[in-house]
């Protein structure tokens, strides 16, 4: 896996590099927002792990320019914020993932697989709930003629329930085959994507396809809401 590190803390940045190096991989390193940008615009790189305090452009702007330009390489975002708000706006520029410092390195590595992982499994059946269409071999999401621009980690949660669309998905099986199992059934982390979710597929719609049944979990809607 080629990865682009993104750090303003080079002592940081080094650090990481040298552990992914370790790991295998092929790094990248650059220290501010410009650069960093004009890095990921490359193609070249399998994942990018972006700081979100960079000199210059944050990484909340390089990654939303990201999007904007159609670069759909995923991102791992880091920061020392761990409110929801943050969360929010990191997920709503398109980021795929986040971390929050200080962080397990083994952490990061999972995170940086499943991302990989996710991305370059292509499956060929195409979805669709009324107007809501769903290409998995594209990752492309369009709701009658508009196409919606989801992060990864978004893509494969409505993947899922799209896949299951009528049934009831429970937190477990998201965590299970979107997170590997990676995070904790305690946080809220499902709460903010599927709220991400909503307001990129239903609110612009005026449409309520993804349901909470509480206690139990998420359904999708078959007809689209």
Not at 73 to 79: A, D, E, G, I, N
Not at 102 to 120: G, I, K, V, W, Y
Not at 195 to 216: E, M, N
Request: charged letters at 30%; aromatic letters at 4%.
């Amino acid at each position: 896996m080629r990865v682009l590190v993104v750090e303003d803390e080079r002592r940081l940045a080094d650090l990481l590099a040298r552990g992914l190096r370790e790991a295998g991989h092929t790094v990248d390193v650059r220290h501010t927002g410009g650069d960093g940008l004009l890095a990921a615009t490359s193609g070249e790189y399998d994942t990018v792990v972006l700081d979100v305090m960079l000199p210059g452009l944050d990484g909340v702007a390089v990654c939303r320019s990201l999007r904007d330009r159609g670069i759909r390489v995923p991102v791992l975002m880091l920061t020392a914020r761990g409110e929801v708000p943050d969360r929010v706006v990191g997920l709503d520029a398109g980021a795929d993932d986040y971390l929050s410092k200080p962080f397990s390195f083994d952490e990061l590595l999972a995170r940086l697989r499943a991302l990989h992982r996710r991305s370059t499994d292509r499956a060929a059946a195409a979805l669709q709930a009324g107007d809501l269409r769903l290409d998995p071999a594209a990752r492309r999401v369009f709701r009658d003629r508009s196409e919606i621009i989801l992060s990864a980690r978004e893509f494969d949660i409505l993947a899922l329930l799209m896949g299951r669309a009528g049934q009831c998905v429970t937190r477990y099986q998201i965590l299970d085959e979107v997170w590997d199992g990676e995070t904790d059934l305690r946080s809220n982390v499902i709460d903010v994507y599927i709220a991400s979710l909503r307001t990129k597929v239903d609110k612009p719609f005026a449409r309520h396809a993804i349901t909470t049944l509480r206690g139990a979990g998420y359904r999708l809607e078959p007809d689209g809401g």
